[in-house]
């Protein structure tokens, strides 16, 4: 097996970009990131979800917090206002009963809570990703 440094090195670079910035001109960064625990073929044990996230139906950037941890049929997502620190969003529940997203988005007939109202999982979905 190769050395941790050998494998960074055998690594291609990572793309450079140089940015002009002036005196006076605003910049903000945002960061996200994804980790995941395998234990073996198939989807990873544990992912966890991070950071700043654009939410399409305001265009404004909100903060992310989501865990899918299939070992212990556990989800949790958290949605905050980077501002204000009002959490937008909070769902936590078993796994198995985290439906109405992805491929299992036509099926879903649970309720959400967003901004204090209870909504059906398709209004939830149109107030998140409109």
């Not at 009963?97 to 959400?112: C, I, L, V, Y």
Request: hydrophobic share 25%.
């Amino acid at each position: 097996m190769d050395e941790p440094d050998e494998q960074l090195e055998s690594q291609d670079p990572p793309e450079v970009r140089h940015l002009n910035v002036r005196e006076g001109d605003g910049i903000a960064v945002r960061a996200f990131m994804k980790l995941k625990d395998k234990e073996g073929p198939g989807k990873p044990s544990v992912e966890q979800h991070t950071g700043d996230d654009l939410q399409r139906s305001t265009g404004k950037w909100l903060k992310l917090n989501r865990v899918i941890d299939r070992k212990n049929n556990h989800y949790v997502e958290e949605l905050r206002d980077p501002e204000t620190g009002e959490i937008l969003r909070r769902c936590e529940e078993a796994l198995s009963e985290h439906q109405g997203h992805g491929a299992a988005k036509q099926n879903n007939t649970s309720d959400k809570t967003v901004q204090g109202q209870n909504l059906s999982a398709k209004e939830c979905d149109e107030w998140w990703l409109l």
